[in-house]
């Protein structure tokens, strides 16, 4: 696998990081806040980011079982980056395990096409909340 180092922004570029991954599929929500905002997304651990803009200068969103942490821009109200949900006992039982890292969304690095990659679909509202 080539790693390819990313650079990344929000809409106004007040927001600025790189993140370092092979990209090989873009992930799709469909829970109720993925589906409105329409990020393709692709998990890095956390080494794989760099941060040019630091976490207490954006905005934090915090829903549902209230582990996820959604990072936006407080200029423009792009997403960038958030922090997954950890599982429910529902996707633990089904075998998922926790996360530790970060869901980048694609379309905010420079010179990334989300149509090259395949497409996983996630049915996020298919999730019970504990």
């Not at 790693?3 to 929000?10: D, H, K, L, N, V």
């Not at 873009?26 to 040019?52: E, K």
């Not at 829903?63 to 006992?89: E, V």
């Not at 996360?99 to 690095?109: E, I, Q, S, Y």
């Amino acid at each position: 696998m080539t790693q390819t180092t990313w650079q990344g922004r929000c809409h106004c570029g007040f927001v600025r990081f790189a993140v370092v991954a092979d990209i090989d599929h873009v992930r799709l929500c469909n829970c109720s806040v993925c589906h409105q905002r329409g990020a393709l997304t692709f998990r890095v651990r956390d080494a794989a980011l760099s941060l040019q803009t630091p976490l207490d200068q954006l905005n934090l969103y915090e829903w549902g079982s209230g582990t996820a942490k959604d990072y936006f821009c407080p200029r423009c109200g792009i997403l960038p980056f958030r922090r997954p949900s950890a599982p429910t006992a529902q996707e633990r039982a089904m075998g998922v395990e926790p996360f530790d890292g970060w869901a980048v969304n694609t379309r905010c690095l420079t010179g990334f096409d989300p149509d090259s990659v395949p497409v996983r679909r996630i049915a996020g509202r298919d999730i019970a909340l504990d």
